[in-house]
């Protein structure tokens, strides 16, 4: 039987309306990714890539469509509905330090504020305490504050934080963003070691490609769709095999570099053949 995804996105709109301007970040959105995925997702700015992350972590709500989150439907969601969510389902990471760890507390007692939200108390939380803090190679820093941490430790620390309650899922936006590139892979590979350990379900949204080619599964966001899709059997052996994503109403985005290097614009012809399609220029020149 295969297992039910952690992760649909069907058709998903977000419009944000600003007196007389209306801005439409999400054009019918399509993504799945299936438990114990690690999945980055790319985009420009303006893409849309932090609106979905918005969305998937049950701070904002979609304009239409659906979004179902470790089969959470969020548009269904009452506000105790969505406190259970935020408590026990999801996990998330921000780029900005400062959003995810309070000052005034040790590391240790970080995570273990999150786990007496949740009704762990005594020594189950503290040997989860232990276990998050181990997990993610910081347990000699429990007892210190965030502003004694360097920017990548205060990143593991807010891992150890989102993970804290076993979520199904780890949201986790620019987590490498305002790190230099050691500090930037420690986090990646401690996320690679988190998501192959405890088996949660990791997205990543960033705008470094560094960062996407180390994970299997690279999603690109153009113009609030999916575009294409990048498939890494061995990380760092190859580029990967690149897919173009047809949503259901059966849209597709070639990359922007396949347009320009064959010249493709306004209208191609297409020709349906036997095992592919014939895609042509306005002056016929096949270009499939």
Not at 209 to 216: G, H, K, P, S
Request: hydrophobic content about 45%; overall charge neutral.
């Amino acid at each position: 039987m295969t297992a039910t995804p952690d992760i649909v996105c069907r058709d998903l709109v977000r419009i944000y309306r600003s007196r007389d301007v209306e801005v439409q970040a999400l054009q019918g959105l399509t993504l799945t990714v299936r438990p114990g995925e690690m999945v980055a997702l790319v985009g420009a700015s303006g893409s849309g890539k932090s609106t979905l992350l918005g969305i998937l972590s049950g701070l904002d709500a979609p304009s239409a469509g659906q979004a179902v989150v470790a089969d959470v439907d969020l548009g269904a969601l009452t506000r105790r509905g969505r406190t259970d969510f935020h408590r026990h389902a999801v996990g998330f990471v921000w780029q900005q330090t400062s959003r995810n760890l309070v000052p005034y507390l040790t590391i240790a007692e970080n995570v273990a504020a999150v786990l007496t939200i949740a009704g762990v108390r005594g020594r189950r939380r503290a040997a989860r305490v232990r276990e998050v803090l181990a997990l993610v190679g910081i347990g000699d820093h429990g007892d210190r504050l965030p502003a004694a941490l360097s920017g990548g430790l205060q990143q593991l620390a807010a891992i150890a934080v989102a993970l804290a309650n076993r979520p199904r899922v780890l949201l986790a936006d620019e987590p490498t963003g305002a790190l230099d590139r050691v500090a930037a892979r420690a986090v990646l590979a401690t996320m690679r070691a988190v998501n192959e350990h405890e088996g949660v379900t990791v997205l990543i949204v960033t705008h470094d490609q560094t960062v996407a080619e180390q994970v299997r599964r690279t999603v690109r966001i153009r113009d609030g769709r999916t575009s294409t899709e990048t498939i890494r059997d061995d990380l760092g052996a190859s580029p990967g095999e690149e897919f173009a994503v047809i949503d259901e109403a059966g849209r597709l985005q070639l990359p922007e570099s396949f347009q320009q290097a064959l010249g493709l614009r306004d209208r191609v012809r297409l020709s349906l053949q036997d095992d592919h399609v014939l895609v042509r220029r306005g002056d016929d020149e096949v270009v499939r």
